[in-house]
């Protein structure tokens, strides 16, 4: 009922940058928060970044001052701007929203396909 599509993955050298962005559509009545999560091979899936429709935010100590997360709360759609990018940055990237389909019913969690992040010289 409820799809996330991403894109902006792709093959970039060490310090460059990538804009991720993720659309979600379907049955909406409100997204309490969108976010990224990220899974490199071999270690466990971390959370990248958050953001609350309030505005609030949450990132991984790693990414902090380097990764930038926003969102449109109006078309439904986040985005994660990733600057200077380290090879240990490299892995699936999975967009995460925690969405009301309807009024008066709890929120569930629905997530992205995943897009490739790969950083390498």
């Known amino acids: 009922q409820v799809q996330l599509v991403e894109s902006g993955g792709g093959l970039v050298q060490p310090r460059g940058s990538l804009r991720l962005s993720c659309a979600a559509s379907?049955?909406?009545?409100?997204?309490?928060?969108m976010g990224w999560y990220r899974q490199a091979p071999g270690k466990q899936r971390e959370l990248v970044a958050q953001m609350a429709t309030g505005g609030s935010t949450n990132y991984a100590d790693s990414v902090k001052g380097r990764f930038t997360i926003s969102r449109d709360n109006a078309k439904n759609t986040v985005y994660l701007q990733m600057n200077s990018l380290k090879p240990e940055d490299t892995a699936v990237y999975y967009c995460n929203a925690r969405v009301q389909t309807r009024a008066f019913r709890p929120p569930d969690d629905y997530w992205g396909q995943g897009t490739q992040v790969t950083v390498s010289s």
């Open positions: 379907g049955t909406i009545f409100s997204i309490n928060a």
